[in-house]
């Protein structure tokens, strides 16, 4: 039982170049999310969703995008990169209205 | 909006000192209260949390009470150790939807 991995650990990219950010979790969570962690910032929702198919915006969603095509995978999507999103990225998972599991993270440098 | 403010850090203490985060918040109804926890290089685990007024939650020596009145959920240790430095966040969670809202985060030092 893994619980919930983020793949990959660290990446560098340069301002514009696209990557995409992967999630899975091995628990049959309902719900999965992606924040960002900025220094003094706390964490901040970027998307998250309540099932497999759906998704929704949360706080700070501009320059994201996101899908769920399996209920085990939450893919987080940066189209042209910029330096601002420059930050370390969570995933969490939950079941309903429980307890979120956070993954390890994955630290994004944007050049 | 919901909004959660915690005291800025870093705060550095000897071991066995006592450990106080302030934690207070803004938000409409009757949201669940947290702590989360983040060791160097990992995710957030769940420390504590308490979901009505006047809980107190508590898990390996670390206790929050949940208090309405002055909008509260500061963290206490009685006797940190050098293992307890870390982050420390505080959240809030809304009945709908299970989205957190996150403080900025109290970094905590122990020294020997």
């Known amino acids: 039982n893994a619980g919930v991995t983020q793949t990959p650990k660290f990446r560098v990219l340069k301002t514009g170049q696209s990557m995409t950010l992967l999630c899975a979790q091995d628990?049959?969570?309902?719900?999965m999310y992606w924040y960002r962690q900025d220094p003094g910032m706390g964490l901040r929702l970027i998307h998250y969703?309540?099932?497999?198919?759906?998704?929704a915006k949360g706080e700070v969603p501009d320059g994201y995008n996101v899908s769920r095509l399996k209920k085990q995978n939450f893919l987080l999507g940066l189209e042209s990169a910029a330096p601002s999103q420059t930050s370390v990225y969570f995933c969490?998972?939950?079941?309903?209205?429980?307890?979120?599991?956070f993954g390890p993270g994955t630290r994004l440098l944007v050049l | 909006g919901d909004s959660v403010t915690q005291m800025e850090g870093p705060v550095t203490l000897s071991e066995e000192a006592f450990l106080t985060i302030n934690c207070t918040y803004t938000a409409t109804g009757y949201p669940s209260l947290f702590w989360y926890v983040q060791y160097p290089g990992e995710g957030l685990q769940l420390l504590l949390k308490?979901?009505?007024?006047?809980d107190k939650g508590s898990n390996k020596g670390f206790e929050a009470t949940y208090r309405k009145e002055t909008t509260s959920f500061h963290l206490e240790k009685g006797s940190v150790q050098v293992s307890d430095s870390a982050v420390y966040f505080c959240?809030?969670?809304?009945?709908?939807?299970?989205?957190?809202?996150f403080g900025g985060g109290t970094r905590v030092l122990v020294k020997p």
């Open positions: 969703s309540v099932g497999e198919g759906t998704t």
């Open positions: 959240a809030l969670r809304k009945a709908a939807g299970n989205k957190l809202t």
């Open positions: 969490a998972s939950a079941s309903g209205g429980e307890t979120q599991y």
């Open positions: 628990m049959n969570h309902e719900y």
């Open positions: 308490a979901t009505k007024a006047d």
